[in-house]
């Protein structure tokens, strides 16, 4: 395996219960890139999302076969730390869901549970982990008051500092923007590409603009089958799959 693949899925399939829900799915993804991952409703692009971090072992009746390596490791072996999985490869959600404490607290939750309890560490990890996630300007007056004071746009971005502060090195995000106005999608959107520098982001978005932008390379989902996979730009101009063409042309979804 090439050291730069960062993500490689065998073979993946999952069923919730009898609902066959991701099909054979093969997918390389490399380091420091944005995937986005698109397709209609129910198509199985969170699902395949959450297969990611595990997330859907939290899930009853769900069966998983097939692989997921991440760093040449597969993520599904039994010898697989879920804990330091999840920190590995962080998640941010379609609705901000900061904790309801204060924005210094939110930051430091996660570093203090690894460990970190000395306040000069925690302070020095707060500041850089809100600095990455662009928002320690417009807080660092107020790290003592409620994170639920903040803006929408302004709780996402702590959600994702939140994340950084435990030195992921994946970052998985699920429709991060869908319930953020314009400009604070816009912040989103600019975050991302300064993170990719650091980190490996994979992202479901359901704005095909966005995916456009913001990604390097774009999956197409359809019925829980993964269509194709390439560059962003080959998949909005010209891509290899009729139905492809018929989803990015707005002919269904
Ligand atoms: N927790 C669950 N239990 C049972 N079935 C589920 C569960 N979550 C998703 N599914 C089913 O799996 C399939 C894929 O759903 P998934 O949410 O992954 O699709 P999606 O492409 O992300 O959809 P959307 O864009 O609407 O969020 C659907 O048939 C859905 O009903």
Not at 115 to 131: C, F, P, Q, Y
Not at 163 to 187: G, N, Y
């Amino acid at each position: 395996m090439s050291a730069k693949h960062k993500i490689k899925v065998n073979k993946l399939n999952l069923y919730y219960g009898d609902n066959h829900a991701l099909h054979d799915i093969e997918m390389t993804i490399e380091s420091n890139m944005i995937a986005a991952l698109i397709g209609p409703s129910g198509c199985g692009k969170s699902t395949f999302l959450r297969t990611l971090n595990r997330m859907n072992d939290l899930i009853d009746n769900v069966r998983i076969t097939g692989s997921i390596m991440i760093d040449g490791q597969d993520i599904y072996s039994s010898e697989t730390d879920i804990v330091s999985l999840r920190k590995r490869v962080g998640m941010v959600f379609q609705r901000p869901n900061p904790f309801p404490m204060s924005i210094y607290d939110n930051i430091a939750y996660g570093p203090r549970i690894h460990g970190i309890k000395k306040k000069a560490n925690l302070d020095e990890l707060v500041e850089r982990s809100l600095k990455q996630a662009a928002l320690w300007d417009e807080v660092k007056d107020r790290l003592n008051k409620s994170a639920l004071g903040l803006s929408g746009g302004q709780q996402q971005r702590l959600c994702i500092a939140r994340l950084l502060a435990v030195e992921p090195d994946v970052l998985l995000m699920d429709e991060p923007t869908s319930a953020l106005d314009p400009i604070s999608t816009l912040k989103v959107e600019e975050l991302t590409q300064t993170l990719k520098e650091k980190y490996t982001i994979i992202i479901v978005t359901h704005n095909m603009q966005q995916a456009a932008r913001i990604s390097d390379v774009t999956s197409f989902f359809l019925n829980g089958n993964l269509v194709e996979t390439d560059k962003t730009d080959k998949i909005f101009t010209n891509p290899n799959d009729q139905r492809t063409e018929d989803y990015i042309t707005g002919r269904f979804g």
